[in-house]
């Protein structure tokens, strides 16, 4: 029997329960519009006034699920020091690597500037308005990435270098990911339950509205915006070390 | 109408394993498991909706009962960083693949070298 009617032969019976698995699934779910989540409702009617946060999902994600954010974050962070040991002997950029990754178009490079300080403006706004209006750490904190990765576009291996070097980013990741811990276990030094808002709610629609949550909010910015960087430094190597030389032996 | 937001998610789901199944890639592979798992954004956020409701963010509004669920919405986000991890090393692991027996089909990938 060929290798594709083995395929099959393992795929159909698996996918057979598959479709029997989702159509029940789907004759069980509400129409669509009719959802009545109770505890949904609550949040959105509760979340203002107990936690001065006119943005329920990102009170959601750092009061009343922080501890499940916290595993989250810590996620992200077990999963780029797991891709930093596997690819760690897969050899680094030499010097020549780099020179031959060059950008040399002058309007390319204005745009490039241009379009970073853009990206990484947005990536701080909704970082810092996360408590008020869309946005929030995760969000933001991408959005901060990937201007600087509009630097490696525009510019070359030897411009992201020198903005994102691992003696930069490492202890920057850490301190993002351990500056949430310590705003819980402080809420527990403190006699409180651990993530409990220390700092009260602050005021509505201001920066500081929710407390100790912006604070928590900056933290995963920090954390998600520097693990980032430190995944495409790592995968950009690998790409400067393959591509690259092939190139330049042509 | 009713199931359609429901369909779209569960037919996204099935591009996905499809995908999948007749991948000869590895780098494909990751993606198809991306698009896989982009159906449950759409799930979760087809699930939450109600409708006339706005989004569950109320800046400048005082009626606050008339929210969409901003539960599955903090969901999906947890969804997304997960997705990110998982691509990570899933590509992490390729290139590790490649290095090892310069070839990312899985099919040709047989034996282990200790």
Partial sequence: MSRRAVRGLIALPALGALGALLAWGASGLAPFGHFHGFYGQLLNAIALPQRHTTNTVTAIVFDYRGVDTMGEELILFAAVVGVVLLLRDTGKPTPQDVARDRVGSDALHV??????????????????????????????GVAIASGVVVLFLTAGFRSWRHVATEKALDPLEGAGASAYVALGLAALVS???????LLGPGQ?????????????????ALEV???????????????VVALVRDRGDE | MHFLAYGVA?????VGIYGAIVSRNLIHLALCLSVTQSATYVLLLAI????????????GFENRTK?????????????????????????????????DADTVDPDELVGMHG
Avoid: M
């Fill in chain 1, 111 to 140: 745009f490039g500037v241009l379009g970073a300080a853009a990206a990484i403006l947005v990536g701080v706004w909704l970082a810092a308005f996360g408590l008020v209006t869309p946005g929030g750490g995760f969000q933001g």
């Fill in chain 1, 191 to 197: 006699g409180a339950p651990f993530l409990h808002n």
């Fill in chain 1, 204 to 220: 509505t629609g201001t920066l500081f509205s929710g407390g100790s949550l912006s604070l928590l909010n900056w933290a995963v």
């Fill in chain 1, 225 to 239: 915006a520097a693990a980032n960087l430190v995944l495409y430094t790592e995968f950009i190597e690998q790409y």
């Fill in chain 2, 10 to 14: 569960v037919w996204i789901f099935c």
């Fill in chain 2, 48 to 59: 939450g909706y109600r409708n006339h409701a706005t989004a569950p963010i109320f800046k």
């Fill in chain 2, 67 to 99: 929210g969409v669920d901003p539960v599955v919405q903090s969901l999906a986000l947890t969804d997304i960083v997960v997705s990110v991890t998982v691509i990570a090393l899933i590509l992490a692991l390729a290139l590790d693949a490649h290095k």
